[in-house]
């Protein structure tokens, strides 16, 4: 245990480094943001050469990167470019709550629904009910999340003026936004669980409950489902990363005030900092997540641990 321990933090250290390398290259190559932050014409070049070197900007792309490494360890990605006097790590931490508000309430749509359906379409293998469990999962995450945040909009908030369109308020606010944000997963969850039930209600014991005389929802929702339960455990993860990244979208359509809009402002004034902290974080909270899980699954099946 201890070498796959070892082994699985080997990995997300080599992950970790990785992705920090793509995202200061990839947030150097989108342009110079003081063209985008100052008005070029009206500004002295000296002035411009003098934010330059206040920012780093002036220089080699590998010192830059070192220092940006050695400052993102300490959690210090420095001060937002449009947003002088914040830190780029203030302004993800802030906003950081939103976000896990809404996808803690995303991960709760997808479970109350997702989790019930799948087992309910194994359980009715084969008829109308299982063909419409299969066509919800295939839409679910066929529409494309802005596309049904739109249509959801133009129901409930212009045509019968149920719930507001946009903001972060009570709980009709976040309603639309999470079932938005969680339908992916309701569909993914739903085909997942169903395989896996199909696959635990063709085993022996299950037959030997059966044979004994069980109540057939206590052979499935006690027995069943409690075994079947293990092989999705590594889908949470996922499940996690999904929720985040598709939160920037989501976030974007009902002017939720988290993480994802906070990273669509970034890319589009090339606010460096803010957008390598919204990055760097996002990924490691995915990164520890699926290191969690592999953990946890190889505690759940010793077998892990040997592959």
Do not use: C
């Amino acid at each position: 245990m201890q070498r796959f321990i070892m082994i699985r933090i080997g990995q997300a250290l080599i992950a970790v480094i990785v992705v920090s390398v793509i995202v200061f290259s990839l947030s150097h190559l989108s342009g110079d943001p003081l063209t985008v932050l100052l008005p070029m014409g009206d500004v002295a070049p000296e002035d411009i050469e003098a934010i330059r070197a206040k920012w780093g900007l002036d220089k080699p792309i590998v010192s830059q990167y070192g220092v940006f490494m050695g400052n993102a360890l300490r959690g210090d990605f420095g001060n937002s470019y449009a947003f002088g006097g914040e830190t780029a790590m203030g302004m993800v931490i802030s906003r950081f709550p939103a976000t896990l508000q809404l996808a803690g309430s995303a991960l709760l749509v997808a479970i109350v629904i997702g989790i019930p359906l799948g087992v309910i379409t194994a359980a009715k293998k084969d008829s109308f009910i299982d063909y419409q469990g299969k066509g919800l999962a295939f839409l679910g995450q066929a529409i494309p999340s802005f596309w049904l945040g739109i249509m959801l909009m133009w129901l409930f908030s212009v045509q019968l003026g149920w719930l507001p369109t946009s903001g972060k308020g009570g709980i009709t606010h976040i309603l639309m936004p999470a079932f938005t944000l969680g339908l992916f997963q309701v569909a993914a969850l739903l085909r997942l669980i169903r395989s896996s039930m199909l696959d635990t209600l063709d085993t022996e014991y299950v037959k030997e409950a059966r044979i004994k005389g069980l109540p057939e929802w206590k052979v499935i929702w006690k027995h069943a489902l409690r075994n079947a339960l293990i092989a999705p455990l590594t889908y949470f993860a996922l499940i996690i990363g999904g929720l985040f990244t598709g939160a920037v979208i989501v976030e974007t359509v009902f002017s939720w005030p988290g993480v994802g809009q906070l990273a669509v402002g970034s890319v589009q004034s090339r606010d460096f900092p803010v957008l390598q902290a919204v990055v760097i974080v996002g990924s490691a909270i995915y990164i520890a997540a699926n290191f969690f899980v592999d953990i946890l699954y190889a505690y759940v099946d010793p077998r892990i641990r040997y592959a």
